[in-house]
């Protein structure tokens, strides 16, 4: 039956016919030059439908229009010898790397924040549910999932609104699709509070044949759309939301939040997974932001021809949907595939066995355009590469804001504890801080083990999925992001993101093969926001190339921000967050991250210096001032070789980055892991790098690693650091007491420990 609405469709021959016609694009987020833009690329004014789908794909979130510029550093900066294991890279729906055996895996993060503070559960649920069917889409089954999370002040009322329904949506969708989540992050931060970040990643495994790319080929092949329903739920949802401000706490539009259903997605992950096995499809692209508007122009745009499609045949859940509606419907567990009209009996007779609903909704043509039809009249006809692939370009001015002078001119200066009594209570205060204390709260309502392949979780700090089970071959993920620290150098803070991943992942015993990132910064308009996320990128590609792993792809995610432009506060605390895949031979030798026995001889590697400046130390008080840590790239790779090495050789049988919260923080977290105590000596350390008991304990330079090594295999351990010239220091052994003792200064029983640790989280939220 025809709605009221599409009695009188506004058809292309209407747009001709009507030049003067006022259309609201204003309302749908295009600026005034931009619908002249449209305009002139058409010649003449769009209909309605056209006008749906070019603001949708020219906002922000779909178009990159402020950041494409910028983010053409990391293909520039991307040498052959990086490619070698590089198999998929920027611009499709995730990066492919070769792991080994024929083995492949892609990986990718993508944010869901707008979404996800309007309607917290939906807007976390739907953002996992996008990024599978992104890893899906390439021809690869999902095994693993990680979030990074970033709430507001942790005391703030609208908190745990926030945390309770991004924490329920992330592990109920997960959960139910049988995907463990095998790590991440939760941080709490003012600047966070109206702008909370869910960064969700998904890792897939396929072999090497198996890899798939979408783009719509083959003059007469079927397009086909199938999966759920389309519906009214998230109508250009994501894609204005993320283009928007936030204004006094409530979106300037409030479109409809995508809603899940991981049971669909479940069922649809086996059929994608059938028809690529079956070989009946040229290729399947997710719908995603932007929906039908999205799949068509980007198949279209990615193939050599062009394509016409007829919404009558798209099935719908809500039937009173209009035209414009029905391309912008970011209704979720949706699919469109490529099929060639021989198999076409094939594909849909295995969609049918998966009672999954499909229906061919246009064909592959040789016209080099998109059009569209709805109740046999032409609303679309358009170049797709201008709807998807050429939309705005903008050059934002940047500048480095004027308050960075006084921000990098307040260093930390307060006076650090002296007596052992202050050493002990400020190590329990720092553990029961917000952003180190336990997050079993959070990470237990996700399973970790579901399919079997799980080799390290949450609380270790990466992530292990095994993909070969003959061989053991796996990989490991690693995700970390300093927000502090890229506050107070966007640059520096970027690097540090990522040196910190590649340290991570090596530590454990996997070679750092390559990242991907997400990029969360404020608005592109703001010249503040726009440098912080220019040095940023900078950042990255730079130390990128110097590690020798390339960027294959990620997310960018603007305008989270509430203040006004120029002001310190104006936005989020700038946050790169990377997620860096390295690779194991054999999942079993991975290093856990906390002792399992006593007697083990404790080393620290590295040099420690008097590193304050962004540390969760001066967290404690408030404080952020001062200059990020930078990162020695050189000592960094040496580092990580000792690392994969002492994974290899058995010689480390435990190891912990000394990362945030300096060196008490990891002694503190090792000896929790399986309540192992140890004791401890700072004085040659303290001579050594000439540093006191306090700056020992709590100061976080970069390039430090807590090891674990057992007796017999010390004499070798330490051979092979004093062959590859890294510094270290024997600073004690693992005892069978459960406490933690410095010799001279204290000791801390870990009841008392864990009873502070684990008190924070739970506290506030359960």
Known sequence: MTDARDQHLDTVENASATPEQDMPFAELGLKPDEYAQIVDLLGRRPTAAELAMYSVMWSEHCSYKSSKVHLKQ????????????????????????????????????????????????????????????????????????????????????????????????????????????????????????????????????????????????????KVVLFGARTGGDGIGGASILASETFEDGVPAKRPSVQVGDPFMEKVLIECCLELFRADVVQGIQDLGAAGISCATSELASNGSGGMHVWLDDVLL?????????????????????????????????????????????????????????????????????????????YHRPYARPAWMDGLQGDTYAAELPATGKELRQAVVDLMASPNLSDRSWITNQYDRYVQGNTAAARPDTVGVVRVDE???????????????????????????????????????????????????????????????????????????????????????????????????????????????????????????????????ILYVLGTTGADFDGSRFAELSGHLGGDAPTVDIAAEKTLAEVMVACSRDGLADAAREIGEGGLAAALAQASLRYGVGARIVLDELCERDGVTPAQALFSETQGRVLVGVIREDEPRFTAM??????????????????????????????????????????????
């Open 317 to 393: 859940r809500d039937p009173t949907l209009n035209a414009g509606e029905i391309l912008m419907s970011e209704s979720q567990e949706r699919m469109m595939a490529v099929v060639t009209p021989d198999k076409l009996d094939q594909f849909m007779a295995i969609t049918a066995k998966w009672d999954v609903e499909s229906s061919v909704v246009g064909e592959v043509n040789d016209s080099g355009r998109l059009t569209i039809d709805h109740h046999g009249q032409r609303i679309v006809d358009v170049d797709p590469r201008t709807v998807a692939h050429e939309g705005p370009t």
């Open 74 to 221: 990391f293909g520039e900066k991307t040498t052959p010898e990086m490619k070698e294991r590089l198999m998929v890279g920027m611009g499709e729906n995730a990066g492919v790397v070769d792991i080994g055996d024929g083995w492949a895996v892609t990986f990718k993060v993508e944010s869901h924040n707008h979404p996800s503070y309007v309607e917290p559960y939906q807007g976390a649920a739907t953002g996992v549910g996008g990024i599978v069917r992104d890893i899906l889409a390439m021809g690869a089954r999902p095994v693993a999932a990680m979030d990074e999370l970033r709430f507001g002040d942790i005391d703030h009322p609208d908190t745990a609104r926030v945390v309770h329904g991004v924490v329920g949506g992330v592990g109920g969708y997960g959960n139910s699709l049988g995907l463990p989540n095998i790590g991440g992050g939760s941080l709490f931060d003012k600047s966070f509070q109206g702008n909370p970040l869910v960064n969700a990643l998904c890792v897939g495994v396929m072999k090497h044949e198996d890899i798939h790319l979408a783009s719509a080929e083959g003059v007469g092949n």
């Open 470 to 600: 003959e061989t053991g071959r796996g990989v490991a993920i690693a995700t970390r992001s300093n927000d502090r620290y890229t506050k107070l150098d966007p640059y520096n803070g970027a690097r540090q993101s990522v040196v910190a991943a590649y340290r991570a992942v090596a530590i454990a015993g996997a070679t750092p093969t390559a990242i991907t990132d997400g990029l969360n910064f404020g608005s592109p308009e703001d010249p503040d926001a726009m440098w912080q996320f220019v040095e940023a990128i900078r950042g990255l590609a730079d130390v990128c190339q110097e590690l020798g792993v390339p960027v294959t792809g990620g997310n960018v995610s603007l305008y989270n921000g509430t203040g006004e432009p120029g002001r310190i506060d104006s936005s989020i605390n700038p946050t790169a967050i990377v997620g860096m895949l390295g690779i194991f031979d054999d999942v079993e030798r991975v290093t856990p991250s906390g002792w399992r026995q006593d007697g083990l």
């Open 721 to 766: 650091l004093e062959a590859r010239g890294v510094p270290a220091v024997r600073v004690g052994y693992t005892v069978p007491e459960s406490s933690i003792e410095v010799q001279g200064q204290f000791e801390l029983p870990l009841d008392d420990l864990r009873a502070a640790w684990s008190h924070t989280v739970p506290a506030h939220f359960a």
